[in-house]
């Protein structure tokens, strides 16, 4: 463990951070303009070129809020509840392969914080403790209608999680394995996922819709039944931190999705291309392909969100056991034989 | 250096399940169970075993626990509902379970693990591959029981819940 390698991981690690910060920030930005977009409005143009300054604005407005706390008995979850929201969010691009192999400084740098052998399986479980920011932290509310949500939240997320789980199924039993560098590999050579698994890839879309909580499944926020949620006695930087986590978490999820079903940083004629213009600029295309398809996937999240109005929570249950997992597991069984007839 | 974590781990270890027996309310209970999951996942890391950590991490910490710190908000623990158990039945409890315990590590002591040739014979035996055949292959009927125990709970469970209704 040379100190060249410590500095290297800590240079990808703070630009992977940097990077999550960001975008979750103008996904804001975002956010508002698509839905000016799609409702025929402006959006925010007041501060700085085309609203761009806004997410600065936000911050800087969230910071000096007033920071109240309800009558809770529990105030160190009360606070402990938007910070696990927040790490969770963030420490799930460890594993993500950002980009191909460089060149630099007499030394070969993958863009990838760590390359462990069961990548999938950790960003798996690091969704499946993201709950548990907001069941704790509306627990600690001490509000009714917060710990409606997080029951809400907690039940809506167990059960898609397993309809998740089962779709990436068949991706693995293609890969044959479990580290998201090698699934990766395997589509720059083979073809994009997408284009042997369209079922498992629709499952995974509607439950990461699920898993990030964002409509038409953000019953957990549902403003005509239960105020704000489970964030309703939140203020000042306390509600940003969960507000702020929700487009991490969606920018990770369409990371996750680029990466599993579209190749990641693979795009068209690569090997051709490493041949002409070598491996740096060819690494460069690459990371900026995989971000072309995160933006793609972080605007249908909003695309989606200003078309579809939310489910009712028993069409919600329904749609996840009785119509997804049984897909799913469908999938897995075709999957198989199809691998057995074939190969 | 791992010593040291080891020593550190077993302390939020111990620390934390004691604090889920010993504390008052039954929510703080369940967040310290779930803090001693993730120091015993932190112990299977410790073996090298990152497959059973992250699994471990999946099911008891993101699951189990989710639904069990679940029902307890739905049911409302309150310190008045609270019975106090009889002197005789906490002991009993606490009796029958050291019992279990010293069933389990004297079976466990005298057990012979069969993957003893991939030990031997150097292969990564704690990863996934390797993982797979032994537990298809050597451990095949223990496997198929612990599937069907669970898919008989599971039925139970069904069944349960649909008492209401005639069947």
Known sequence: ?343 | MLEIVFYILSAITLGTAFLTVISKNAIHSAIYLVICFFSLAGHYLMFNAQFLAIVHIIVYAGAIMVLLLFTLMLMNLDKEDETSKPLLAKFSAVFSAGILGLVLIAALRKAQPENIEYVNSGVDYQSIKVLGKVLLNEYQVPFEFASILLLVSMIGAVLISKKEEKI
Request: one cysteine or more; a neutral charge.
């Open chain 1, 1 to 343: 463990m040379d100190s060249a390698f410590i500095i290297e991981k800590s240079v990808v690690i703070v630009a992977v951070f940097a990077l999550t910060m960001f975008m979750a920030m103008y996904s804001t930005w975002a956010e508002r303009k698509v839905a000016a977009f799609l409702q025929d409005r402006v959006g925010p143009n007041r501060a700085g070129w085309g609203g761009l300054l806004q997410p600065l604005a936000d911050g800087a407005k969230l910071f000096t809020k007033e920071e109240f706390f309800p009558n809770t008995p529990n105030r160190f979850l009360f606070i402990l509840g938007p910070a696990i929201a927040m790490s969770t969010a963030l420490i799930t691009s460890a594993v993500i392969p950002w980009g191909d192999k460089i060149h630099v400084f007499g030394r070969d740098v993958v863009l990838q914080a760590t390359d462990i052998d069961v990548s999938i399986l950790y960003v798996f479980g690091v969704l499946s403790i993201g709950v548990y920011g907001i069941m704790i932290g509306a627990w600690a509310s001490n509000n009714k209608y917060s710990l409606m949500s997080a029951v809400r939240a907690s039940s809506q997320m167990i059960s898609y999680e397993v309809a998740m789980g089962l779709a990436i199924i068949s991706i693995l039993m293609m890969s044959g394995s479990l580290s998201l560098k090698d699934i990766t590999e395997m589509q720059t050579t083979g073809g994009w996922n997408v284009l042997y698994q369209p079922l498992a890839f629709i499952i995974f879309l509607i439950c990461s819709f699920a898993e990030t909580n964002r409509t038409p499944f953000d019953l957990a926020e549902c403003e005509s039944e239960l105020i704000g949620g489970y964030h309703t006695e939140y203020s000042s930087m306390k509600m940003g931190f969960y507000l702020f986590a929700e487009y991490a978490n969606m920018f990770i999820s369409a990371t996750i999705i680029s990466v599993i079903f579209f190749g990641g940083y693979h795009f068209p004629f690569m090997a051709e291309c490493k041949e002409a213009i070598g491996m740096n600029l060819t690494a460069l295309i690459g990371f900026l392909a995989l971000f072309a398809k995160i933006c793609f996937f972080i605007f249908f999240y909003m695309w989606v969100r200003w078309t579809i109005p939310r489910f009712r929570y028993d069409q919600l249950m329904h749609l996840g056991w009785k119509i997804l997992i049984p897909l799913a597991v469908i999938n897995i069984i075709v999957t198989g034989i199809v691998m057995v007839l074939f190969n």
